[in-house]
């Protein structure tokens, strides 16, 4: 079975403060794909970036970084200086493709940013 | 917009009725994706097509549920005889034929069951 936690529920930052949120995930399948994304107020889930198990380096976008490690089976995500519109609810989730074409996906519960101007 | 779109964006319905909900996905996606999702919680998967194959679907979509791709473009999602439980936004998502690619979303349909 796949698991996704996301231990930080809520966090506050002041804005220009660099916070990164958690991710750890489980699964017993080596093929597998990592997600992050973005729920803001508004409602709709945006895509921020993927990640294959077989690609362990990190990416940089701007001032979104992320961090994969499988030996700790962590996907983590760092906002550099952060900004009042990366408010929001931050999403990570597993993705395993089994042979016939059934997929699983499993979202975590999320981690609630908010930046204090 | 090319986007994944929802309809309707609300629903409010006394309990006991009958609901659909459609969904239009990005037109080059194969799959089509449906997600229930709580207040203070991820969205969790309730089941999947390629193209018009219904290839999964989750222990949470019970009998009262039924989810259709007719021709392999737009869904539906219907939900028989409604419970206060069913209240949640009812969120599709769509994306190319396997795991690696990301999913694109939709902006949810709220149900509310009073």
């Known amino acids: 079975a796949q698991k996704v936690t996301q231990a930080q529920t809520e966090i506050s930052v002041v804005e220009k403060e660099d916070v990164t949120l958690d991710c750890v995930y489980e699964t017993r399948d080596t093929t597998y794909y990592l997600f992050w994304y973005k729920q803001p107020p508004s409602g709709e889930l945006v895509f921020l970036i993927r990640?294959?198990?077989?690609?362990?380096q990190n990416e940089i976008s701007g001032r979104y970084s992320w961090n994969f490690q499988k030996s700790t089976s962590s996907f983590n995500f760092t906002i550099t200086a952060s900004q009042v519109v990366d408010s929001a609810v931050y999403f990570c989730?597993?993705?395993?493709?089994?042979?016939?074409?059934?997929?699983?996906?499993?979202f975590g519960t999320g981690t609630k940013l908010q930046v204090i101007p | 917009d090319t986007g994944v779109s929802q309809d309707p964006r609300h629903k409010i319905t006394k309990r006991g009725q009958n609901v659909t909900f459609r969904c239009d996905p990005i037109s080059e996606h194969n799959r089509l994706y449906w997600y229930r999702q709580t207040l203070g919680q991820g969205p969790e998967f309730l089941t999947y097509f390629q193209n018009e194959a219904q290839l999964e679907k989750s222990r949470l979509l019970s009998d009262r549920f039924s989810a259709e791709r007719p021709k392999g473009s737009f869904s539906t999602l219907e939900i028989q005889r409604t419970e206060q439980g069913d209240s949640a936004m009812y969120l599709c998502?769509?994306?190319?034929?396997?795991?690696?690619?990301?999913?694109?979303f939709g902006p949810g349909t709220r149900l509310t069951v009073t």
């Open positions: 990640r294959n198990s077989f690609d362990e």
């Open positions: 989730a597993l993705s395993v493709d089994y042979s016939g074409g059934y997929q699983k996906v499993t």
């Open positions: 998502a769509s994306s190319f034929t396997d795991g690696s690619y990301e999913q694109y």
